[in-house]
């Protein structure tokens, strides 16, 4: 099936340093959704590519839907305190009775004061 | 705010007693889905209903069941929950042809199993 590599698997940054993360797949999607979840609570969406070379940005994060249609990555510049938690990749191909969702393993961000 | 409410948000329930989680969501979305994740790890699809079809994965054991009485409403009942049941289950809504927003989660469950 489809799997979903991401990387880094955790990351100890000092606070104002940029982020980067990213994920590649072994096959194609016609979305890719960047995730945040903080301990004890559900993912909350944080950007959505639905088409391949996009590059949209939330803030400041921006995230890239590879031409390839494999791979994307997440950027935060500037990093925060409260930018702390678990970074989730997850590639749809959605349609018909609804594609399952596919998750990466998460990033595990860390920003010292 | 439209939204996916999950109850309760901590569950502690015996070895072997059935357990049942609920779910509900005021966002009018004809898809839900229930999610198992385990420390560390990425959520996993159990199943899902697509209106009122329900769809399970291949490797969901027997052991958790579902039921969706209507729209809004989705429970997850675990027959006879193991220690390795432990986990958050996250409950997520989406609406079909319109992946344009993601899926949407609600703050899960955490189950504990004694």
């Known amino acids: 099936g489809q799997q979903l590599n991401q990387s880094p698997q955790s990351m100890f940054i000092q606070e104002g340093e940029d982020v980067s993360m990213n994920c590649t797949s072994s096959?194609?999607?016609?979305?890719w959704l960047w995730y945040k979840q903080d301990p004890g609570e559900g993912p909350v969406l944080l950007i959505a590519l639905y088409k391949a070379g996009e590059l949209t940005s939330n803030g400041r994060l921006t995230a890239q839907f590879g031409i390839t249609r494999k791979d994307s990555f997440l950027n935060i510049s500037a990093s925060i305190p409260s930018d702390v938690g678990i970074y989730f990749c997850?590639?749809?191909?959605?349609?018909?009775?609804?594609?399952?969702?596919?998750f990466g393993k998460g990033t595990k961000l860390s920003v010292k004061p | 705010d439209a939204m996916v409410i999950q109850n309760p948000r901590y569950q502690v329930t015996q070895f072997g007693k059935p357990v049942t989680l609920s779910c509900s969501q005021t966002?009018?979305?004809?898809?839900m889905y229930w999610y198992q994740q385990k420390s560390s790890q990425a959520p996993k699809l159990l199943f899902h209903y697509y209106d009122k079809d329900f769809n399970n994965e291949a490797d969901t054991p027997d052991n958790f069941q579902s039921r969706r009485p209507n729209t809004s409403f989705c429970f997850l009942d675990i027959r006879s929950p193991g220690l390795g049941d432990a986990a958050m289950y996250l409950c997520?809504?989406?609406?079909?042809?319109?992946?344009?927003?993601?899926?949407?989660f609600g703050s899960g469950t955490r189950l504990t199993v004694v």
């Open positions: 997850a590639g749809m191909n959605y349609g018909g009775s609804q594609g399952n969702l596919i």
């Open positions: 966002l009018n979305h004809n898809v």
């Open positions: 096959s194609i999607f016609n979305t």
């Open positions: 997520a809504t989406s609406r079909t042809g319109d992946g344009l927003n993601g899926y949407t």
